[in-house]
């Protein structure tokens, strides 16, 4: 079974920054396209960004561009979310997620990314903006 297990969350000041880790036991994250989600409290789950496995194609929403930005260390195994001058409202659960294969690699992370497109998710990690 595949698995994903998110850390780097926590408490930061308006203004602050975080680095949100994805990192994957039992299979290559480099195969795969990665993208955060996050799902702030009585919302709908929102992709926060998208990166595919050649790097070529890599989105974010509007919400975020910017401020936000995800990475590969393929050494590592690792996907990242660099997150400065947080808000308030990026007060959330953040999870990343692995697509499913339902499209070819250069047809991943050309917009915003979906649920529906990723198969495999984490357990998320809670950010908090707050002063």
């Known amino acids: 079974q595949l698995e994903l297990a998110e850390s780097g969350g926590g408490l930061v000041q308006p203004g602050g920054s975080l680095r949100l880790s994805c990192a994957a036991s039992?299979?290559?994250?480099?195969?795969?396209?990665i993208a955060w989600f996050r799902q702030a409290p009585g919302k709908e789950r929102e992709g926060v960004s998208c990166?595919?496995?050649?790097?070529?194609?890599?989105a974010y929403a509007d919400s975020v561009k910017g401020r936000f930005t995800t990475s590969r260390d393929n050494a590592k195994n690792t996907v990242y979310l660099q997150m400065n001058n947080l808000r308030p409202e990026d007060t959330a659960i953040y999870y990343c997620?692995?697509?499913?294969?339902?499209?070819?690699?250069?047809?991943?992370?050309?917009?915003?990314?979906?649920?529906?497109?990723?198969?495999?998710w984490g357990q998320g990690t809670p950010v908090t903006v707050s002063s």
């Open positions: 997620a692995a697509d499913g294969g339902f499209v070819g690699h250069d047809s991943m992370c050309l917009g915003p990314p979906h649920p529906g497109s990723f198969a495999t």
């Open positions: 039992r299979f290559t994250l480099r195969h795969y396209a």
């Open positions: 990166i595919n496995v050649n790097e070529r194609n890599i």
